[in-house]
């Protein structure tokens, strides 16, 4: 008999989207390989992060689609006690093995958030999903079950793409196809998530948004956060009423 934990699970993942980045699962660490640009955004990324709690340090953290650990191993390095999770089991094993290589001590687990949310509600003092939601067939679910997740006062993260003609013209065309900075077909255009349709989701999960900022391409410093330019990716700090 199926359960209504695996009907949930199987219905917001797309086999497709799994079986794309459990493909290129070797090249999670390759700096240099297709996941350049996290390798890139990552230490911005964590800054935000860092600069909303205040520090990392013995703090319990969730990271919701964590791939092959980029972030996960970061937040640990600062002293943060990660989970990372993700349905990727092949992306999952390389986030073992480079945490085993570099002497993190990380819990990843082969889990919907949807269902680790049932088991674990208000456990982590942050949860973090960043570059997942445009990847899942139901984002609102996602963030419905971080939401449960995180503790009364903990705080959230999100990270996405916004949908227009300049995201498709320089997160798609100019990325995938001029730079080739992400392999073709990462990315499909109508799952980007303009930040009023987010922000949405996030007022039905209950969560009051803190601050969102973009994530900007400059050509002489890289990566740099803005607070006015969202219109390609963008990063969202939200927290939970206590």
Not at 46 to 64: C, P, R, S
Not at 113 to 130: G, R
């Amino acid at each position: 008999m199926t359960t209504s934990r695996s009907k949930t699970e199987q219905k917001n993942v797309d086999p497709e989207e799994i079986a794309k980045f459990s493909a290129l699962a070797s090249r999670w660490w390759d700096p240099d390989g297709e996941f350049k640009p996290l390798h890139k955004i990552n230490p911005v990324r964590l800054g935000f992060i860092e600069n909303h709690t205040e520090g990392l340090f013995g703090k319990k953290v969730l990271d919701v689609g964590c791939g092959g650990g980029l972030l996960s191993e970061a937040m640990a390095e600062r002293g943060a006690e990660v989970t990372g999770i993700d349905l990727a089991e092949q992306s999952l094993k390389v986030a073992r093995l480079h945490a085993l290589e570099s002497g993190r001590q990380i819990d990843y687990q082969c889990i919907a958030v949807e269902t680790l949310a049932e088991q674990n509600t208000d456990s982590y003092d942050v949860v973090t999903c960043l570059e997942m939601l445009e990847h899942v067939p139901d984002p609102a679910a996602i963030v419905q079950a971080c939401a449960k997740a995180v503790k009364p006062g903990g705080l959230v993260f999100f990270s996405t793409l916004n949908r227009n003609v300049k995201s498709w013209l320089l997160g798609i065309v100019a990325a995938e196809h001029i730079l080739g900075w992400v392999p073709k077909g990462t990315h499909q255009h109508q799952r980007f998530i303009r930040p009023s349709e987010l922000l949405s989701m996030t007022d039905k999960a209950a969560l009051e948004d803190i601050a969102i900022n973009g994530l900007v391409f400059h050509p002489l410093k890289g990566f740099v956060l803005s607070d006015k330019d969202v219109d390609v990716n963008y990063i969202v700090a939200l927290k939970k009423p206590e």
